[in-house]
C-alpha cells in the first residue's frame, strides 16, 4: 500500500519560510514525478510545484506563477520530496497536499496523480 505523508506545516507571519516534507512508501518515486498542490477554503485545489525525472539523472522542476521565485521543490532521501516555502504571503494560506505519480512526466494536474497524501495545514499571518 502506498503511503505519502507530510509534514512540516505550521503558522507563520507574511515574509517567513516553512519547509514541508514528505515522505513516501509502498513504491520508490526516485524516476516518477512528485509535486505539491494546496487548497484554501472554498476554493478548488490547484498546483504548487511538482519535480520529475530528467535526462542526465537530474531532475525536472516546474511551478505555479504564484510561487515562482519563492518556493523550491527539492528531493532528498530516496522516496522523499520537499517544499521550500520562503517569503511567505497571506494568500498562501491552505492545505498542502503532497502527489506521487505512475509516471515519469510532470503533470499540473491533480486528476493526473494516482498518490495523495493527508494534507498539512500552512496559515500566513499578515
Known amino acids: 500500500q502506498v503511503q505519502l505523508v507530510e509534514s512540516g506545516g505550521g503558522l507563520v507571519q507574511a515574509g517567513g519560510s516553512l519547509r514541508l516534507s514528505c515522505v513516501a512508501s509502498?513504491?520508490?518515486?526516485?524516476?516518477?514525478?512528485m509535486g505539491w498542490f494546496r487548497q484554501a477554503p472554498g476554493k478548488e485545489r490547484e498546483f504548487v510545484a511538482v519535480?520529475?525525472?530528467?535526462?542526465?539523472?537530474?531532475?525536472?522542476a516546474d511551478y505555479a506563477d504564484s510561487v515562482k521565485g519563492r518556493f523550491t521543490i527539492s528531493r532528498g532521501a530516496k522516496n522523499t520530496v520537499y517544499l521550500q516555502m520562503n517569503s511567505l504571503k497571506p494568500e498562501d494560506t491552505a492545505v498542502y497536499y503532497c502527489a506521487g505519480r505512475g509516471a515519469s512526466a510532470s503533470r499540473r494536474y491533480a486528476d493526473e496523480y494516482d498518490y495523495w497524501g493527508q494534507g498539512t495545514q500552512v496559515t500566513v499571518s499578515s
Open positions: 519535480t520529475s525525472w530528467s535526462s542526465g539523472s537530474t531532475y525536472y
Open positions: 509502498g513504491r520508490t518515486f526516485d524516476h516518477y514525478a
